[in-house]
């Protein structure tokens, strides 16, 4: 019987066409196309053995939709359940223990918060005034980056100077959950695509002109390291689709950006070339897991994750 990939997308336009055409042109008896849904009974049967999600984190429905439907037998790249448990402070936090080199990072109380919360009341276990010297200190000073914990795509980061520059950036978190973080003079920049927790794209990635291109000059020994640091992270996280960037220091390449599981494969970004193994090798992955036996939610266990 014709095993079904389906693919949860949002805005983006070149991918996920060319890897429905990759999918469907290479006749091995697995087809792909968009999923299409609207209310979900419990324990609702999956028609699909694979579904690739890229927009959850978006759209809640959806986030409810594959947990069911990975309950079913499905399997969901990526993970809707690690997906909504990650956040920066934690990623850090677990990388060091995996022996990874990361970025100083402290987690701090949101600015604002909704309505129903009353300042007095609500907020009795939150230490005031929050102890900013220490936590500057404590991540190495100035410039600092200030990020939202479980943003992406460079949204809402600030690199701040002073602490004036902290505080205004603060202030304009609103509802955000930040994190302060240690900011590496980088000698160099590396972006890595990760697909199936073991095959590993290597680029150097330019973050103020968002331009990708080959690693030329980066040592086979780096190299290789960079690549390990990708397996460990992705494994640890149970990420089939993720992106790491590494920023390189003395030698040392710290794991800045490394929770990316809807990561950019948009050919205008990242070039025909690079657009392409992303392509291909997504296709590569996804009909593999269509065709082998096993099923995901049977994974689902913190200690063998961590």
Known sequence: ??????????????????????????????????????????????EYAVIVDRISHEVPYYRSYLKNAM???????????MWT?????????????????SPKTAALPNKDYIPGIDHSKSLRNLAFPM??????????????VLKDAHGGGWKEVYICHDMEEL??????????????QEFIEWEDYIRCMVL??????????????????????????????????????CRAFGYDMNTCEFAIRDGVPYAIDFMNPAPDMDVNSLGYEFHRWCVEGMADLCIGLAQQAGAQVSKMRWSDLF
Not at 71 to 81: E, R
Not at 85 to 101: V, W
């Open 131 to 144: 102890p900013w010297q220490d936590l500057v200190e404590y991540i190495g000073g100035f410039p600092c």
């Open 196 to 233: 199936g927790q073991e095959k590993v794209l290597v680029m150097r990635y330019d973050p103020n002109t968002r331009q990708y291109s080959h690693p030329e000059g980066l040592s086979q020994e780096m190299y290789d390291r960079i690549v390990a640091d990708c397996q460990t992270l």
């Open 85 to 101: 448990a990650d956040d920066k402070f934690f990623g850090a936090s677990l990388i060091t223990k995996l022996g990874l080199a």
């Open 167 to 180: 505080y205004r950036s603060y202030d304009q978190s609103g509802l955000l959950t930040m994190v302060l």
């Open 1 to 46: 019987m014709t095993k079904k990939i389906g693919l949860m997308v949002g805005m983006e336009w070149s991918w996920p066409p060319a890897f429905i055409e990759e999918v469907n042109g290479r006749n091995q008896d697995v087809t792909a196309e968009y999923v299409s849904i609207g209310g979900t009974q419990m324990n609702e049967a999956s």
């Open 71 to 81: 309950l079913q037998g499905t399997y969901v790249i990526n993970n809707p359940f």
